[in-house]
């Protein structure tokens, strides 16, 4: 089992950044991929970055590509998502989740096997 956390979430400006933070309990953190998604108000959750168990591979959706950057720390079981150049199309609900073994499709959310309760992050124009 394990439990995610993120924090980080909040109110900025267009332009302006934001670092969100996922921490994890257990102690096989690396053995998971991890991935972020997010939920704006009337639209399905999506797909946001993605990293590897030892973060030699990541991947981004489009709309954040040269924007957002994962990466992930599995000393500290944090996974991380630092976003640039903030747009007020990324206002969300941000949440990580955890992918045992890892998966081709980390794009798809029936992949992941646990989730956080999500953190909000609302750009204001």
């Known amino acids: 089992q394990v439990q995610l956390v993120e924090s980080g979430g909040g109110l900025v400006q267009a332009g302006g950044s934001l670092r969100l933070s996922c921490a994890a309990s257990?102690?096989?953190?690396?053995?998971?991929?991890m991935g972020w998604f997010r939920q704006a108000p009337g639209r399905e959750r999506e797909f946001v970055a993605a990293i590897s168990g030892y973060g030699g591979s990541t991947y981004y959706a489009g709309s954040v590509k040269g924007r957002f950057t994962i990466s992930r720390d599995n000393a500290k079981n944090t996974v991380y998502l630092q976003m640039n150049s903030l747009k007020p199309e990324d206002t969300a609900v941000y949440y990580c989740?955890?992918?045992?073994?890892?998966?081709?499709?980390?794009?798809?959310?029936?992949?992941?096997?646990?989730w956080g309760q999500g953190t909000q992050v609302t750009v204001s124009s």
């Open positions: 257990g102690r096989t953190f690396s053995n998971y991929a």
């Open positions: 989740a955890a992918d045992w073994g890892g998966s081709i499709r980390y794009d798809l959310l029936s992949e992941y096997d646990y």
